[in-house]
């Protein structure tokens, strides 16, 4: 990893950077590059660019051995460049929870594809759905190591991939509310004394907007006077748990979202019910920046809350168990059987590709068949 760092001369500021390129295999003690001198901290990125380039055109030769979270360190770090920061925090955890713990004290060269197989198999064995991904992340640093000069084959390519069965997709099936169990929902969300919930599950039911697009909303991204709903950010998660806004992931997911007549009212009730409280808490509201949806020091909420507030709503009056995400699923399902096309739930939900929509599509069209089945064995009751 490298660290930049300013710091005082007798001609002015000066920026350097200090690189790690590893544990000396004599000594056993973390070996690092320090370089200095740099007007600009642009310039030090760039020098640190050009040390890169050095060490994969050949500088590391085998003439020592790397341990495996050695050279996932000197991949982190050219990654770290390419991707927004919520991305790079987020493959940070995914190597450091799951990927370093059966690779990182193994000298990478000694990896073998058995190794890389008993990996995969524990994590798909325990039902974790990015087993696939981790491998993928896993595979690149070998490709690394290989760019480097250090190993000259990658492990992986021997290995088996599992594949998913019929009953690890099941919760995606049922992963959504039908039209009366919706209803039901926010008759129980009604009864609570805490207005936010109803107002949060009905933007992300009623919009089929993404978590992290409902809660990085401003008040300046609402009309309610043409009673239209802006999506044009998400709120993240960064280094160390920084939450961050950042632009989404495509294109498409940037659009406008109508709003019904009742959501509007909802909007209208509560920017009313936000204003009252935090102005007793001295706090102004009246900037156009404003977030719809903050915590009481009115500063973003953290996304994992919304968890919480379902978990809560559902335990209370025994509800059927969805996640957040499962009322993006039941907007898109009941739009399909209001009769939206395709295309229009495509451009709605900000899917990427018409394929996601057709995956939903295919839920919902099974659901009828089966509807259909019991209402000819009810027909004709026997």
């Known amino acids: 990893m490298a660290t930049f760092k300013q710091y005082e001369t007798k001609n002015g500021k000066r920026w350097l950077f200090k690189h790690y390129i590893g544990t000396n295999e004599e000594t056993g003690k973390r070996q690092s590059v320090l370089r200095r001198g740099f007007s600009t901290k642009k310039e030090a990125n760039l020098a640190l660019s050009?040390?890169?380039?050095?060490?994969?055109?050949?500088?590391?030769k085998k003439n020592r051995q790397y341990k495996y979270h050695e050279v996932a360190t000197m991949w982190l770090e050219q990654y770290k460049n390419t991707v927004k920061e919520s991305t790079y925090a987020r493959t940070v955890l995914y190597f450091n929870t799951h990927i370093l713990p059966h690779f990182g004290d193994i000298f990478?060269?000694?990896?073998?594809?058995?190794?890389?197989?008993?990996?995969?198999?524990?994590?798909?064995?325990?039902?974790?759905?990015?087993?696939?991904?981790?491998?993928?992340?896993?595979?690149?640093?070998?490709?690394?190591?290989?760019?480097?000069?250090?190993?000259?084959?990658?492990?992986?390519?021997?290995?088996?991939?599992?594949?998913?069965?019929?009953?690890?997709?099941?919760?995606?099936?049922?992963?959504?509310?039908?039209?009366?169990?919706?209803?039901?929902?926010?008759q129980c969300l009604e009864k609570e004394p805490q207005y936010r919930p109803y107002v949060l599950f009905r933007l992300l039911a009623f919009t089929g907007a993404r978590k992290s697009e409902i809660i990085a909303l401003n008040w300046q991204d609402i009309n309610l006077q043409a009673g239209t709903l802006k999506i044009n950010k998400t709120l993240s998660k960064g280094l160390n748990n920084r939450l961050l806004i950042q632009t989404p992931k495509t294109k498409t997911a940037i659009r406008t979202i109508s709003l019904d007549d009742t959501t509007i009212k909802i909007l209208k009730t509560w920017r009313k019910k936000q204003k009252e409280y935090y102005f007793m808490q001295g706090i102004n509201t009246l900037k156009p920046t404003q977030l719809v949806f903050s915590n009481k020091d009115n500063d973003f909420l953290d996304p994992h809350c919304t968890v919480f507030m379902l978990e809560k709503i559902i335990r209370k009056y025994n509800l059927k168990r969805i996640t957040t995400h499962g009322l993006r699923?039941?907007?898109?399902?009941?739009?399909?059987?209001?009769?939206?096309?395709?295309?229009?739930?495509?451009?709605?939900?900000?899917?990427?590709?018409?394929?996601?929509?057709?995956?939903?599509?295919?839920?919902?069209?099974?659901?009828?068949?089966?509807?259909?089945?019991?209402?000819?064995?009810?027909?004709?009751?026997?």
């Open 50 to 60: 050009r040390l890169l380039l050095e060490i994969e055109q050949g500088g590391l």
């Open 108 to 186: 990478i060269d000694k990896v073998s594809s058995a190794t890389c197989q008993k990996a995969i198999n524990e994590w798909y064995k325990k039902k974790y759905a990015m087993y696939k991904l981790w491998f993928n992340y896993t595979s690149k640093i070998f490709e690394y190591a290989i760019t480097l000069n250090i190993i000259d084959i990658n492990p992986t390519v021997r290995v088996t991939i599992p594949k998913k069965i019929s009953e690890v997709n099941d919760h995606e099936h049922l992963n959504f509310f039908t039209k009366e169990e919706l209803q039901h929902f926010f």
């Open 329 to 382: 699923h039941t907007h898109c399902s009941l739009l399909f059987e209001s009769g939206a096309s395709l295309q229009d739930v495509k451009e709605r939900l900000g899917h990427s590709d018409i394929q996601t929509t057709m995956n939903i599509y295919t839920h919902v069209t099974e659901k009828a068949k089966e509807d259909t089945a019991a209402k000819f064995a009810k027909y004709v009751n026997f």
